[in-house]
T-cell receptor, first 116, second 113 residues
Framework: DTGVSQDPRHKITKRGQNVTFRCDPI?????LYWYRQTLGQGPEFLTYFQNEAQLEKSRLLSDRFSAERPKGSFSTLEIQRTEQGDSAMYLC??????????????FGNGTRLTVT | DQQVKQNSPSLSVQEGRISILNCDYT??????FLWYKKYPAEGPTFLIS?????DKNEDGRFTVFLNKSAKHLSLHIVPSQPGDSAVYFC????????????FGQGTRLTINP
């Protein structure tokens, strides 16, 4: 089963350090999304790509956050100068683009970030 | 501004009975609605969806009902099984465009044997 894969599963870092997460989407999916989930809340949209183009970013995505999808396949999410408030589960999802209608997002198992 | 709300943080149901999970939304522009199920340490798994042109969609034991005038949707699980114990999220988006899902806070469903 080639679902959405995220690496690492867990990351513990000290405040002020930089971290980078990787997401490998389902291979035939050209849309890729990043979400963040904190305890007791549903996932919140951060950004999404169609192929290699980053088409939308949430205002939740501060200047310390940057996401890339250089060849339209895997994506990375980097957080610079981490803060304790960045502690959360970071979820990646992918979906095929359809010109008509919609299709559900398929999520990976996430990367849990703890900033100490 | 919580555009999608699940007002029940938890629900406990007897095995074999019906589980009903509820969700309200405020944005009348939403036209595509989904339910996801989440086990601990896993990502959300898609369950069932419905577009705003329908008021009901059924898939096996799962049925989603949409009441557009009330801006309310519900998920019915019949019969409930112990493996259904999980956190359930409803989500909404626009059919055209980014498919940017807006999620509710989740309802933890526990099925008791």
């Amino acid at each position: 089963d080639t679902g959405v894969s995220q690496d690492p599963r867990h990351k513990i870092t000290k405040r002020g350090q930089n971290v980078t997460f990787r997401c490998d989407p389902i291979s035939e999916h050209n849309r890729l999304y990043w979400y963040r989930q904190t305890l007791g809340q549903g996932p919140e949209f951060l950004t999404y790509f169609q192929n290699e183009a980053q088409l939308e970013k949430s205002r939740l995505l501060s200047d310390r956050f940057s996401a890339e999808r250089p060849k339209g396949s895997f994506s990375t999410l980097e957080i610079q100068r981490t803060e304790q408030g960045d502690s959360a589960m970071y979820l990646c999802a992918s979906s095929p683009f359809r010109s008509k209608g919609n299709s559900p997002l398929h999520f990976g198992n996430g990367t849990r970030l703890t900033v100490t | 501004d919580q555009q999608v709300k699940q007002n029940s943080p938890s629900l406990s149901v007897q095995e074999g009975r019906i589980s009903i999970l509820n969700c309200d939304y405020t944005n009348s522009m939403f036209d595509y609605f989904l339910w996801y199920k989440k086990y601990p340490a896993e990502g959300p798994t898609f369950l069932i969806s419905i577009s705003s042109i329908k008021d009901k969609n059924e898939d096996g034991r799962f049925t989603v009902f949409l009441n557009k005038s009330a801006k309310h949707l519900s998920l019915h699980i019949v019969p409930s099984q112990p493996g259904d114990s999980a956190v359930y999220f409803c989500a909404a988006s626009l059919i055209q465009g980014a498919q940017k899902l807006v999620f509710g806070q989740g309802t933890r469903l526990t099925i008791n044997p």
